[in-house]
């Protein structure tokens, strides 16, 4: 019989595991349910806009709590894309840590550039974050991390092809609380945190929340004589405070602030030698003065001159107001406005070498700001949410002096026969303004006490403006492009009983249009793409099937038409271009399986499996670099995830915890073009946590360790001039303790 993970490189040790655990555990999105004391907790969510129970959700949820945020050593959204089945988050973006690239059902996009748009929406508390920077967001102060999968258009609109990540903090009131937290690891980790919750009086409530964290790095800047950074450390400081102010008994404001500042050093990176690209063509822009004793012995250290490329920052703040009223009975109106700023500096030496050919310096920033006006109603056999919405966003990407030879050489010829000097090495800039527009509402009606069914419908509309200079342009370019679709769901789900329900769905989703971030090759690159659309069709079992066993069972098929896929031509000339086509179609389809079990009141297991077959099933007439049965950039095909956890009570009233995790990720390929060089080998992270509490509950001293066995992996391949960019991880071994302390206000 053969193996259920062909190719899969699952270790001896890896397969048993799953076997063992895996095989009687059929799924469920219910995240670690209080096993010890032999009841699964009624979990809800807000995925949909309203309070809802998970298990009545008609739509495949992953609801991750906060005790499991702690519990498996969850510290930012990077840390999510390890735990949820078909979730996979990787950076790549010039190298900095705040960049997270969200991937679900084959579905993202790894580039950062201003005129790219996620195919994964980002929310902290309803506001949308447009920016793939910076939404490697620390999860200090968080109830709860929601994971929707599949094209979320009706609720959620553009940029959600794949799905949407709803991130909510704890709300001013929920308790009166200080709590203390420390940690000391290996790699120089220091941690600290400080989060109070209380009432002010008997209108007003305040929630706040500092975070420090740093780490060592795990390479050096070898050619710098004095390096700002280590590559791969860690530096930043984090807060958040909000105030919630009880109007009146049916009106309620709730204003807040945040902001973050990460000082780091570049992620790891390294290049791996390929053959030319084009053998006969001597301007095909291979480097042909690489060669393998030109690379540092430690992959991790990088070997440029180019001093201040090795160190990233990025800073960003945001504040957002609530404003929450009960008219009445049956209706309530929220309207939400938000506004955040955010910039970055990061960079590559693209070569890696202590040659001068391949450095690209880059800076960047966004303004945005929204405003959502919901209508909502509850009834004895119906619901609805409704919304208007608005979203602008300005933003640019700068990179200078950079250079990229032979177009851009240090003392080479300019076009009048001089000779370059340090600041006549290339620059470019690309500038876009987004506005979008939308309407939408979804309904849900009881036809009976079992039987729901329900539907939404959304327009949207986005106006983009963007210009652009790059060296091959003879002058600044300007670009205007409409987009707008309308999208819709309709579903229905069955009550079994009181515990367990069956539910289908089908979704349209949408994601707009836009213009590509490198366009070297001049001007009649810089056009715009047209926006992709999906069809999505789901059926899902979700339920506590015994009292000890609750799972989720979904299996959904998504076609996309005009499919818009990024690639790397290192060959168009003047630079490296990244062009972004409308492929044709393609075809996801695959299973999600999550559950947990309680095999005694103190021992539980949590698994969650994902099967993902995503390809290009038809590729448009002069579509380049793209072919018919080519796979989606970051897409595994199988995720897999396992934590047991044990709970022993001591004699004295405190307790012990024993808690543990195993993640996996098969291949996948570096971009959505099948070159073997960016095939993305897989890979297998294990962790635990073993915790003590006191008898009073109140206080916490924990061991912990992740990536025990000190992985090493890829997270990012990309094709370029005679060779592979290869963006390593940064989440190596690490071991250490943590105290907590919690004090009632």
């Known amino acids: 019989m053969k193996s259920v993970f062909p190719h899969a490189g699952l270790t001896a040790l890896s397969a048993a595991i799953f076997s063992a655990l895996a095989l009687p555990t ?412 939308a309407a939408y509402i979804n309904a849900s009606y009881n036809l009976t006490d079992a039987f729901k069914v329900g539907g939404g419908l959304r327009y949207s509309k986005d106006e983009k403006a963007a210009n652009a200079m790059f060296p091959s342009f003879p002058a600044r370019k300007f670009e205007t492009a409409k987009f707008n679709e309308v999208t819709w769901d309709v579903n229905a789900a069955y009550q079994l009983n009181s515990d367990m329900n069956v539910y289908a769905q089908i979704q349209k989703g949408y994601q707009s249009g836009g213009f590509p971030p490198r366009p070297f090759g001049g001007p009649a690159q810089f056009v715009p793409f047209e926006e992709t659309k999906a069809i999505n069709y789901e059926v899902g079992f979700k339920g506590q099937v015994h009292e000890r066993v609750s799972m989720m069972l979904a299996l959904f098929v998504t076609d996309y038409t005009d499919l818009a896929l990024p690639f790397n031509d290192p060959t168009a000339g003047g630079g490296f271009v990244t062009i972004v086509e409308n492929a044709g179609q393609s075809k996801a389809q695959g299973i999600e399986l999550e559950t947990t079990i309680a095999i005694t009141d103190d021992f539980s297991i949590r698994s969650a499996i994902g099967y993902l077959d995503s390809e290009i099933t038809k590729v448009d007439e002069g579509v380049i670099g793209i072919g018919k049965g080519d796979a989606p950039a970051l897409t595994p095909r199988w995720t897999v995830m396992v934590a047991p956890s044990y709970y022993y009570d001591l004699q004295s009233g405190g307790t012990l915890s024993f808690n543990a995790n195993y993640s996996y990720r098969s291949d996948m390929q570096g971009q959505s073009v099948s070159r073997p060089s960016e095939r993305i080998a897989s890979r297998e992270l294990f962790g635990f946590n073993m915790s003590y509490t006191n008898p009073y509950g109140d206080m916490e001293i924990t061991v912990y360790g992740e990536n025990i066995f000190n992985e090493v992996y890829d997270v990012g391949r990309l094709q370029q001039s005679g060779f592979v960019g290869v963006m390593r991880s940064n989440d190596r071994s690490e071991f250490g303790v943590k105290f907590k302390k919690e004090f009632e206000l």
Do not use: C
Not at 66 to 84: F, M, Q
Not at 244 to 254: G, I, N, P
């Open 26 to 437: 059929f799924a469920n999105t219910q995240e670690q349910a209080e096993a010890k004391n032999d009841v699964f907790e009624k979990i809800e969510i807000t995925a949909r806009k309203r309070t809802e129970s998970l298990y009545e959700t008609p739509t495949a949820v992953t609801s991750i709590s906060e005790k499991l945020i702690e519990k498996a050593n969850i510290g930012n959204l990077d840390d999510i894309g390890k735990y949820v089945p078909n979730l996979n988050i990787t950076r790549y973006g010039v190298g900095n840590a705040a960049h997270a690239s969200v991937f679900i059902r084959g579905i993202g996009l790894q580039d950062h550039i201003i005129t790219t748009d996620p195919g994964v929406g980002v929310y902290v508390d309803g506001v949308y974050l447009g920016r793939q920077m910076g939404s490697n967001l620390s999860l200090p102060n968080v109830a709860r991390v929601e994971v929707l999968r599949g094209p979320q258009g009706t609720l959620y609109g553009r940029n959600t092809l794949g799905g949407a990540v709803n991130i909510i903090t704890k709300q001013p009131g929920d308790e009166d609380i200080l709590t203390t937290q420390f940690t000391a690891g290996s790699r120089g980790r220091f941690a600290t945190d400080v989060y109070a919750n209380t009432h002010l009086n008997d209108q007003l409530a305040f929630s706040g929340s500092v975070s420090y964290k740093q780490r060592d790095g795990v390479g050096k800047a070898i050619n710098l004589a004095n390096p700002e950074k280590e590559i791969g450390e860690e530096q930043e400081w984090s807060g958040r405070v909000a105030f919630k102010w009880q109007v009146r008994d049916d009106f309620s404001l709730t204003a807040s602030f945040d902001k973050v500042e990460n000082d780091s050093g570049q992620s790891p990176y390294t290049i791996e030698l390929t053959a030319p690209l084009d053998p006969n063509d001597s301007f095909n822009g291979d480097f042909p003065l690489l060669t393998e004793d030109m690379l540092p012995a430690n992959p991790d250290d990088l070997a440029t001159t180019v001093a201040g490329i090795e160190s990233t920052d990025y800073s960003g703040w945001g504040s957002a107001l609530t404003a929450e009223w009960d008219i009445n009975d049956q209706y309530t109106a929220k309207f939400i406005t938000s506004f955040r700023s955010s910039e970055y500096t990061g960079g590559l030496d693209d070569d890696a070498t202590a040659l001068n050919l391949s450095e690209f310096p880059e800076e960047g920033g966004a303004d945005q700001y929204s405003f959502e006006l919901q209508l909502n109603g509850s009834f004895e056999n119906m619901d609805f949410v409704s919304g208007l919405y608005y979203f602008n966003e300005d933003g640019f990407t700068q990179s200078g002096p950079f250079v990229f030879s032979p177009w851009n050489t240090p003392n080479g010829l300019l076009n009048d026969g001089t000779t370059a000097s340090f600041g006549d090495y290339g620059y470019f800039d690309i500038q876009q303004e987004t506005e979008s527009y």
